[in-house]
């Protein structure tokens, strides 16, 4: 067994300190200067920063409606890295990054506070979670670089700048011009921005300013040289620096204080004087926060006195310690905060101020059932859930009963809700184009910002997955179940109309089910690939000789025959071909034949998802008869029959992702409707 001295030399030999010494980099202003000179972008704002830490994890172009939107990958890529995965929300967080953009290049958005505003639980703390990691660890990196100041003691030690401040803030007013001038002029790499010096020093590091400036005789350059030490400065929420989140408290409990400092009682002893700087705390949050970020919980449900703190924190971009001047900030104010409280804020008129400094981003809820299924098996799948197989659909049917109690009723009379969410899911429905589906998005306005929340979602799915210690599985039933029973007890459901409306979706998306899981079961069955490929070479040479107005040769007889009507039809019939339609059809298949053989390929059914749907529903047709499927609801079944049961069980497990007992369930369920006569044509 090796020694805890050898375990630790092993680590010791794998630690590379190169990380360590950058992030610890210390020098003078003058090496600081020269640090500009070569990466200017360490001057930037706390905007152009989180701007830019959005895009340098890239991005993708997507169209969706016709309309170009750029999808970052920070919200996906970066997101899902850390368990944060965001979906669905594309437009949303495009609108958030282009309000980012404004405010980096200066054109008035950097002076409002950004309020995201959606229904509970659709994912504004995780946006503003992720944006927090962000900017930490794009500090850590060369790119995200920034830097801060301290101010040397008489025993050697160093006092850091409280308000993390840029070291150029401590170049004076009035030399200030001389030296942007220089800087912009001679930077050696290309700079999307101009190097500039906001603000002013915080009162701490005004008034170090002063009493050190006296003893160099107002040589301010020899004050720097000898008095100041420039450090890498590294965003970090845990240690409060550059990162600060504010959650609201009991109003009586509420002190302003939290935000911008207090009084260091037990310095007033030893400095004389309540408004010595030295005597201060300045650990509020928008203090701590400076250079980066900061995050207000619910922020409407705040005590009248802290909005007003934010009305010059968003616009001058200053904030008032107690018993000091105005103080000069630099960060990102995002809030975040539902429909209730938003609604409260419009009917304030005392808050006018507010409601002309905020932009306001709207979080909706997914209304697209891919990206929602994709929310719960980020936390639902078999890797992460042991020991219990999550059988097909289960998560899909309860992410489908979320995404229609969100939409709104369509407005089109042929269109079902359900419908509607086949469309928003990207299906294509006869007589619906893709200009239908920007009409319906444009005629519900405030589609997904009502509805059940990807929480009770994930909790009902939970007890499923607990409720049932025998079973080696959960299916959908077993989770409809669960989202029904918990309605009753769902805390934001208003009234009776709402709860038999919810109800009555359940029962659309049960409905549902059953249909996809009978088309299962129909392709399991009929998915004998000889019997396919040779009703298909049947099909195929009908067809063409219906095309070219020719006979066919019957393989048993030998005989030219007339092309077999009955058949065509019976093959095209299960794919809603209608009869006036069945030439159209015919050539259109001819035509992608001719297209493959003069590209050098051969035709395979299977790379014709209709005709491979409709041979494999007529094959089925031939065959359910002879399977007898509908004898599992009896408790006699023939050694045959259950061969041949098993073998689409097989097909099941293999093709569809069922386990033994979870197919063994859908095929029971699949029989007893076929018992009762309603097999799907």
């Not at 980066?292 to 310690?321: C, M, N, R, T, W």
Request: charged share 30%; aromatic share 10%; with cysteine.
């Amino acid at each position: 067994m090796p020694s805890a001295n050898a375990i630790l030399d092993t680590l010791k030999s794998q630690l590379d300190l190169t990380d360590f010494k950058k992030l610890n980099w210390e020098g003078s202003f003058a090496e600081y200067l020269d640090l500009v000179l070569q990466t200017p972008h360490v001057t930037r704002t706390a905007f152009q920063r989180l701007y830019d830490m959005v895009l340098s994890h890239g991005t993708d172009d997507v169209y969706e409606n016709k309309d170009k939107i750029t999808r970052f990958k920070f919200f996906t890529e970066f997101a899902t890295k850390h368990g944060d995965g965001i979906y669905g929300l594309d437009r949303s967080l495009m609108q958030l990054v282009n309000t980012f953009k404004s405010a980096a290049l200066g054109y008035g958005t950097e002076r409002r506070v950004i309020l995201l505003h959606g229904p509970v639980g659709s994912a504004k703390s995780t946006i503003a979670r992720l944006l927090k990691r962000g900017l930490e660890e794009y500090s850590r990196t060369d790119a995200g670089m920034l830097f801060s100041f301290a101010w040397k003691n008489p025993d050697g030690t160093f006092t850091k700048d409280p308000m993390h401040g840029e070291p150029l803030q401590l170049v004076p007013e009035e030399h200030r011009a001389k030296l942007l001038a220089h800087l912009n002029e001679n930077c050696a790499k290309p700079y999307p921005y101009e190097v500039k010096i906001k603000g002013d020093l915080c009162p701490y590091s005004r008034f170090e300013f002063k009493n050190r400036l006296a003893k160099y005789n107002g040589d301010w350059v020899e004050m720097l040289t000898h008095e100041v030490k420039v450090y890498r400065l590294v965003l970090s929420e845990k240690d409060r620096v550059g990162i600060g989140t504010f959650q609201p408290k009991d109003e009586k409990n509420q002190d302003s204080t939290e935000l911008t400092g207090d009084m260091n009682y037990r310095k007033i002893a030893e400095y004389g004087s309540d408004s010595d700087p030295r005597a201060f705390n300045f650990d509020g949050e928008l203090n701590i926060a400076n250079r980066g970020l900061v995050e207000f919980i619910e922020v409407l449900k705040l005590d009248v006195a802290f909005l007003y703190d934010l009305l010059g924190a968003s616009q001058e971009h200053k904030i008032k310690p107690k018993k000091f001047a105005q103080t000069d900030i630099d960060e990102v104010i995002l809030g975040h905060t539902n429909e209730p409280e938003y609604k409260r804020l419009q009917n304030n008129e005392f808050m006018e101020a507010l409601r002309d400094r905020t932009v306001k981003i709207d979080i909706p809820y997914v209304t697209r059932l891919r990206d929602e299924v994709r929310i719960y098996e980020k936390d639902f799948n078999d890797t992460k859930v042991k020991g219990k197989h999550i059988a097909p659909h289960t998560v899909e049917v309860a992410a489908m009963w979320a995404v229609l109690t969100r939409l709104s009723p369509p407005k089109h009379a042929s269109l079902s809700l359900l419908q509607k969410l086949k469309l928003y899911n990207g299906k294509t429905l006869p007589g619906f184009t893709e200009d239908n589906v920007i009409d319906l998005k444009k005629e519900a306005i405030h589609e997904g910002m009502t509805g059940i929340s990807p929480r009770y979602i994930q909790d009902k799915i939970s007890n499923a997955l607990v409720a049932h210690p025998d079973e080696d599985n959960i299916n959908p039933f077993m989770v409809m179940h669960e989202l029904e029973a918990g309605l009753r007890h769902h805390a934001l459901i208003k009234d009776e109309e709402q709860f038999r409306y919810f109800r009555e979706l359940l029962s659309v998306v049960r409905e549902e089910y059953e249909d996809i899981v009978k088309n299962e079961v129909q392709r399991a069955i009929a998915a004998d690939e000889e019997a396919l490929t040779r009703l298909c070479g049947n099909y195929i040479d009908n067809v063409k000789a219906y095309t070219l107005r020719d006979k066919v040769r019957n393989r048993f007889t030998g005989r030219d025959e007339e092309p077999d009507e009955r058949l065509m039809r019976s093959v095209e019939e299960k794919i809603d071909i209608p009869e006036g339609r069945k030439d159209d059809f015919r050539r259109e298949i001819m035509n992608y034949i001719g297209a493959l053989a003069l590209d050098g390929k051969r035709f395979d059914y299977r790379t014709n998802e209709r005709l491979q749907k409709a041979l494999e529903l007529k094959l089925f047709e031939d065959q359910k008869d002879t399977i007898k499927l509908t004898t599992l609801v009896s408790n006699v079944v023939d050694r045959a029959t259950q061969e041949k049961i098993d073998v689409v069980k097989a097909r099941l497990i293999r093709n569809y992702g069922y386990n033994e007992s979870s197919a063994t369930d859908v095929l029971n369920f699949v029989a007893s409707i076929f018992a009762r006569g309603q097999t799907k044509k």
